[in-house]
């Protein structure tokens, strides 16, 4: 049985920073891609950040570089997302995936991953 399971979500005010946690389950590790993806109110799903099997390899949306980390720790099923220097536009509900590679990984390509968790709001104030 497969579980993603996000926390960490909150609100700040600009220019600070939260941690977001994904614990997930029902995976052999070394065959599962992951990322994070947001989606704010009345727009679009956009991918944040990605992460390759072993955490060799990152991608991250263009909006976020430099500001947000992406890692993996297997041993103990959890994956990251360091967030500093949030912004109001970084406002959204925050999910993680997981698919069992077949492809490219790491990818934002939404239509690639099977598995969601529920989501973790995080809000950002000016």
């Known amino acids: 049985q497969v579980h993603l399971v996000e926390s960490g979500g909150g609100s700040v005010q600009a220019g600070g920073s939260l941690r977001l946690s994904c614990v997930f389950s029902g995976y052999i590790f070394n065959t599962v891609c992951m990322a994070w993806f947001r989606q704010a109110p009345g727009k679009e799903r956009e991918g944040v950040a990605g992460?390759?099997?072993?955490?060799?390899?990152?991608i991250y949306a263009d909006s976020v570089k430099g500001r947000f980390t992406v890692s993996r720790d297997n041993a103990k099923n959890t994956l990251s997302l360091q967030m500093n220097s949030l912004k109001p536009e970084d406002t959204a509900m925050y999910y993680c995936?997981?698919?069992?590679?077949?492809?490219?990984?790491?990818?934002?390509?939404?239509?690639?991953?099977?598995?969601w968790g529920q989501g973790t709001q995080v809000t950002v104030s000016s």
């Open positions: 995936a997981a698919y069992t590679i077949s492809g490219t990984c790491p990818t934002m390509i939404g239509g690639a991953y099977r598995d």
């Open positions: 992460i390759s099997p072993y955490g060799s390899d990152t």
